[in-house]
């Protein structure tokens, strides 16, 4: 709420101390109770960098890839990268599966002449779109392997009539993901959000990159500047920063503002 909301509230009032004693009380309440619903936030003082692709990844630990790791490493930007794309929304889950190669039980590829820079797991968070599912995979898979990740795409499912709760279904698919990696870095993706250029390239950042920052639903702009939905990254390091995504927001929506809240309280928005 702005300050002048706050004294349009009071404008009857002739006393300017009491209006901004009010204020200022209002402002710590509005404070303290974000910073409980953020629990264990932990600040870290690197508001001013600047985003730096990160050319090494976080965690040097072995993946359940079938890799040969004497395999000189891919290149940092791929070659075999094809700019602007057509995406077929229209694709059934036979075509898919009978067109994509080399896909592991589990959604899981690696390339086979090069070592992958970086380990990314998709989480993609799921709810009754059965008629999405085949664009998104058939798309997805093409796009990340001409990026020559070492990837797997998880899709989260909230089963059950309650609400749909965006934030928790995508928590659990981190936690699961998080026991067949490790991952260098975590792709939360909406599973109706398709990239059009592969050269946006899925690698984290040295802060949480937005993916979707021109989406055609918005005429290719941000509807607003605190935007961070559609399909974001993250390492494991900054999810754990920012304490993963509220558990407590049912029903569509909040989520993604909620955790551009978090990523600002803690210092990684710039």
Not at 160 to 184: C, I, L, S, T
Request: glycine share 6%; charged share 20%.
């Amino acid at each position: 709420m702005q300050e002048t909301s706050i004294y349009q509230s009071y404008k009857n009032l002739k006393i300017w101390s009491f209006k901004i004693a009010l204020a200022v009380c209002f402002l710590v309440l509005l404070v303290a109770s974000f910073m409980t619903n953020l629990e264990k936030v932990i600040h870290k003082n690197n508001a001013h960098k600047r985003l730096e692709i990160l050319s090494v990844p976080v965690t040097n630990t072995e993946s359940k890839c079938e890799c040969n790791q004497q395999q000189p490493s891919c290149p940092l930007h791929p070659q075999d990268l094809k700019g602007r794309l057509t995406v077929m929304d229209k694709v059934t889950l036979t075509e898919a599966e009978t067109k994509l190669e080399r896909v592991k039980k589990g959604g899981f590829w690696w390339p086979s002449d090069c070592k992958a820079i970086w380990r990314v797991a998709i989480i993609v968070p799921y709810r009754n779109r059965s008629s999405q599912i085949a664009p998104f995979v058939f798309h997805m898979h093409r796009y990340l392997q001409r990026q020559a990740l070492n990837y797997s795409i998880y899709i989260a499912e909230q089963e059950g009539n309650d609400p749909f709760n965006k934030g928790r279904v995508m928590n659990v698919g981190f936690v699961e993901a998080q026991k067949e990696g490790p991952w260098d870095c975590f792709a939360f993706h909406d599973i109706d959000m398709l990239p059009e250029d592969d050269r946006n390239l899925y690698y984290c950042a040295s802060q949480p990159r937005h993916l979707a920052v021109a989406a055609s639903q918005f005429h290719y702009k941000l509807p607003y500047y605190q935007f961070f939905g559609g399909a974001i990254l993250l390492t494991t390091d900054q999810f754990k920063t920012v304490n993963g995504f509220s558990n407590s927001l049912w029903g569509w929506g909040g989520s993604d503002d909620e955790m551009w809240n978090r990523i600002k309280v803690s210092g990684m928005e710039k």
